[in-house]
Nanobody
Framework: QVQFVESGGGLVQAGGSLRLSCAASGIMFRINAFGWYRQAPGKQRELVASISQFGITNYADSVQGRFTISRDNAKNTVFLQMNSLKPEDTAIYFC?????????WGQGTQVTVSS
């Protein structure tokens, strides 16, 4: 059974930084691509960043240049470094397989950016 456990969220002022972590289990981590997704109140879940099994990264226009996705295959963990945070980045952040997320969504981690 695939499981994702996200952590690292919190409350931060605009312009601040956070580093999110996602521990994956029940999956052949090394051969999969992963994404960080977020869902703001009243909005649909959206893809923020993705990383392939080869380390190739892509970002949504809204976070390009501010967020960095990375992975540690030895620890089955995906990271999201978030800098220059904006109030519009406030959301619950999830990780999952990319481009076809599994049904095993984790609880996510709440990121709140105050202005």
């Amino acid at each position: 059974q695939v499981q994702f456990v996200e952590s690292g969220g919190g409350l931060v002022q605009a312009g601040g930084s956070l580093r999110l972590s996602c521990a994956a289990s029940g999956i052949m981590f090394r051969i999969n691509a992963f994404g960080w997704y977020r869902q703001a109140p009243g909005k649909q879940r959206e893809l923020v960043a993705s990383i392939s099994q080869f380390g190739i990264t892509n970002y949504a226009d809204s976070v390009q240049g501010r967020f960095t996705i990375s992975r540690d295959n030895a620890k089955n963990t995906v990271f999201l470094q978030m800098n220059s945070l904006k109030p519009e980045d406030t959301a619950i952040y999830f990780c999952n397989v990319f481009p076809s997320p599994t049904t095993g969504w984790g609880q996510g981690t709440q990121v709140t950016v105050s202005s």
